[in-house]
T-cell receptor, first 113, second 115 residues
Framework: DTGVSQDPRHKITKRGQNVTFRCDPI?????LYWYRQTLGQGPEFLTY????????KSRLLSDRFSAERPKGSFSTLEIQRTEQGDSAMYLC???????????FGEGSWLTVV | AQSVSQHNHHVILSEAASLELGCNYS??????LFWYVQYPGQHLQLLLK??????LVKGIKGFEAEFIKSKFSFNLRKPSVQWSDTAEYFC?????????????FGDGTTLTVKP
């Protein structure tokens, strides 16, 4: 399967620790998106990249969050000094630049204890 | 900014029953509309989308949705559900000519189909 893959699928961390999630998009897709989803809610847009350029960030993305896509392929989402409120599913998706359909990965669950 | 409201949080149906899931959006301009489905243990996937043209859109697995502009609605329908339709369904909207990946999602409706 050459879909969007995310790693790790689950992460439990202590409050105050840093965590990093990785996303590998579909290879020919040059747009990559990060979302956050909490229980009982739909995905919320965080940020997106076109190739290596981060073109937009949501107000939800606090200063403790940083995302990179250094070579325009995989992306990482780092959360520094985690808080309990960061506990959520972090979803990655990708699309072609002119695509009207986005393809989601299975997500990375974060639990901050 | 857009917002999406899905009125039913959890719907339980028996096989062969008809399905209609409500979706209303709030936005003053022209929109693109989507329904996504997430089967248990799987990733979100697109069920159907509306950009323009015929307001009755047909998607995969026998699903369809009707865009009623005057009601700001995009309800999802299926005439006869199957046990395999058990899943969570999300409605999403974005402004015309914006990136499909920047959609605003509703909070989802969990559908349970009893065999």
């Amino acid at each position: 399967d050459t879909g969007v893959s995310q790693d790790p699928r689950h992460k439990i961390t202590k409050r105050g620790q840093n965590v990093t999630f990785r996303c590998d998009p579909i290879s020919e897709h040059n747009r990559l998106y990060w979302y956050r989803q909490t229980l009982g809610q739909g995905p919320e847009f965080l940020t997106y990249f076109q190739n290596e350029a981060q073109l937009e960030k949501s107000r939800l993305l606090s200063d403790r969050f940083s995302a990179e896509r250094p070579k325009g392929s995989f992306s990482t989402l780092e959360i520094q000094r985690t808080e309990q409120g960061d506990s959520a599913m972090y979803l990655c998706a990708s699309s072609r630049r002119t695509g009207t359909e986005i393809y989601f990965g299975e997500g990375s669950w974060l639990t901050v204890v | 900014a857009q917002s999406v409201s899905q009125h039913n949080h959890h719907v339980i149906l028996s096989e062969a029953a008809s399905l209609e899931l409500g979706c209303n959006y709030s936005y003053g301009g022209t929109v693109n509309l989507f329904w996504y489905v997430q089967y248990p243990g799987q990733h979100l996937q697109l069920l159907l989308k509306y950009f323009s043209g015929d307001p009755l859109v047909k998607g995969i697995k026998g699903f369809e949705a009707e865009f009623i502009k005057s009601k700001f609605s995009f309800n999802l329908r299926k005439p006869s559900v199957q046990w395999s339709d058990t899943a969570e369904y999300f409605c999403a909207v974005n402004a015309e000519n914006t990136n499909a990946g920047k959609s605003t999602f509703g909070d989802g409706t969990t559908l349970t189909v009893k065999p």
